[in-house]
């Protein structure tokens, strides 16, 4: 299968587009090709367990992987063991037709994992084939940097250097990432935001010659093994609701998704493309609204960052969304000299305006509802479905809940994606119920917080030293 780029410049391999961030015109990957499932298809693939079905829908677009590894490097990234279940991504029911999918029972509890622990093991190898060796480079507010680190660790051809924060995290996700103290895992402290980390990392990435001599490469959510892997726990979720309610397997599902990047909303856009009976995509925002302003009014103006909200949802609160583009290639009927002009607008006055284009009709047709919540709501939500079901839902899931309410189809069931685990947000749990619940955590996180810790402090802005850092520790490249 071929990768192109949304602004047509170029035409890789699927093992190339790994190694791939942004094209050189700054265009992301896309498969050339899709497939369209028929019913029998959707027979055959509803009776698949998780692995089955990772293999089914991946094996189309990672061809040049020969099916025996895929077998392997699939096993191999969703076994019970760092999943918790064979289901890897179990559903329950919150209320009347309404169900969560939990994507957040990996490594680092929350959805990035499913994604990235899969990259790991293909990078991984990928590189050995190629007998290479990279340095992941990143800056993380949270979730990403430690899925990151987790989907890095064990293997033999990657290093993970991460920046985060210093004292803007959680104590529980600090514990999370420095005290894991592998020889191939940095963790960087800085004394800044994280606004000031993703700087320092794109200074450092600004200088190509760096980049290029000690290999730095990127797992950043613009990468499409990431969106290829979250095509299916779709499809898995979609075949589960049918079952539980005894539908066919063309019956609509429709799927609400708490939306930042627009990757995981993507995978759905794709899945539902594909043809697993998707019917609406709810697209959930926080304050941090610029998709739900675009979704409504045909407007997408990106934020500078200066104007980012900080909400209960951090992993939510962007500026613009990176994976929209992919998206947009599909509404411009894939023309990527379109797309190039868009977001030459962009870079000019930071928006481009489709509304009264025949485009914004196909934004219309192509099955999204779009709404922006705010904490009151979320935190109500919260409260209402741990009273009638039990379950406690994260704040980022919450997003999601709220924006199904809101849309909610008689006889249709919605599937909410359920993205991170309520353990990596106790305070904001007890705010929103008023009361204290004591989350059961999983045995490798009892008491986390007194482990031993590594990391090393280096000052922010200070791009130098993060590059001698780098320069000493990087894996040595087998070839040299
Ligand atoms: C990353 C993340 C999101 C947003 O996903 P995108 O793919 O960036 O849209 C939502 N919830 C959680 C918990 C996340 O970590």
Redesign the pocket.
Known sequence: MPYISTRGDIKVSFSESILWGLTPEGGLLIPEKFPKYSKKDLEKMSKMNYKKLALAIMSYFVDDIPKKDLKLLIEKSYSKDLFGSEEITPIKEIGDGEYILELFNGPTL???DIALQFLGNVFDYILEKMDSTTNILTATSG??GSAAIYGTRGKKRLRIFVLTPKDRMSKFQTAQMYSVIDPAVFNIAVDGTFDDCQDMVKKASEDIEFRNKYHIGYMN?INWTRVLAQIVYYAKGVFNIQKINNLPVDAEVDVSV????????LAGYYAKKMGIPIGKIILATNENNVLDIFFKKGVYKIRNKEEVIRTD?P??DITSAS?FERYIYDIVDQDPKIVKDLWEQIKEKSFFDISKTPYFESVKNSGFFSYSTNKKERYKIIKQIYNQSGIIIDP?TANGVVAAEKYKRENIPVMCLA??SPLKFEDSIKEALGKEVILKRPKQYRGIENKPQRFVMIHRGNVNSLKDFIKKHILIDHKS
């Open positions: 929350a959805f990035k979730d990403t959510s708490p939306t930042g990047n627009f990757g995981d909303a949802s992993s939510m994976n980022h993205t991170a």
